[in-house]
């Protein structure tokens, strides 16, 4: 499958504690995507990379989340001392050129 | 504002009907404008994208049809299959960046 992958698809953690999720892009995309989707809403823009540069942040995403690129493949989101408020579908999304995006299947995230 | 309307919320149609959804935006600077297919529990799929300087884009039984000046796309889907019941975004971006969707249209194609 040469699709956008993301690991794990399901987290259920303690409020608190800390999560990562990781995505891998289609394979010579040069631009990856972070995005988080509530319960019967479109998804909301939370960070970019073109290769290993993280290029615009969200306001959405607080000073407990943290993403990187470290080699322009690969990426990981990190979510400190999660609130119930973060429970939500995380998706990744790969692009080319920035026009298309392709989405992975999402990681769900549920703090209780 | 970077703002995408969508309607409407939720759609019902008949096997063979024609299902139409419509969104509007205000940032004139949006320049690529896509629609996305959901289904639950998975990512949105890319179905058909648009682009301001053409007036209607047609692939299969999917068409988006375009109105620059009254800033406003719709996604047209003609004989609507039961395999189509799914929740649709459209989206916008500018310059190759961030993708802002609209809030969802949930389709339930009856057969």
């Known amino acids: 499958d040469t699709g956008v992958s993301q690991d794990p698809r399901h987290k259920i953690t303690k409020r608190g504690q800390n999560v990562t999720f990781r995505c891998d892009p289609i394979s010579e995309h040069n631009r990856l995507y972070w995005y988080r989707q509530t319960l019967g809403q479109g998804p909301e823009f939370l960070t970019y990379f073109q290769n290993e540069a993280q290029l615009e942040k969200s306001r959405l995403l607080s000073d407990r989340f943290s993403a990187e690129r470290p080699k322009g493949s690969f990426s990981t989101l990190e979510i400190q001392r999660t609130e119930q408020g973060d429970s939500a579908m995380y998706l990744c999304a790969s692009s080319p050129r920035g026009d298309e995006q392709f989405f992975g299947p999402g990681t769900r995230l549920t703090v209780l | 504002q970077q703002q995408v309307k969508q309607s409407p919320q939720s759609l019902i149609v008949q096997k063979g009907g024609i299902s139409i959804i419509n969104c509007a935006y205000e940032?004139?600077?949006?320049?690529?404008f896509p629609w996305y297919q959901q289904f639950p529990g998975k990512g949105p799929a890319l179905l058909i994208a648009i682009r301001p300087d053409v007036s209607e884009k047609k692939e299969g039984r999917f068409t988006i049809s375009f109105n620059k000046s009254a800033k406003q796309f719709s996604l047209h889907i003609m004989d609507s299959q039961p395999g189509d019941s799914a929740t649709y975004f459209c989206?916008?971006?500018?310059?190759?960046?961030?993708?802002?969707f609209g809030a969802g249209t949930i389709l339930r194609v009856k057969s």
């Open positions: 989206a916008a971006s500018s310059k190759r960046n961030k993708l802002v």
């Open positions: 940032n004139t600077a949006f320049d690529y």
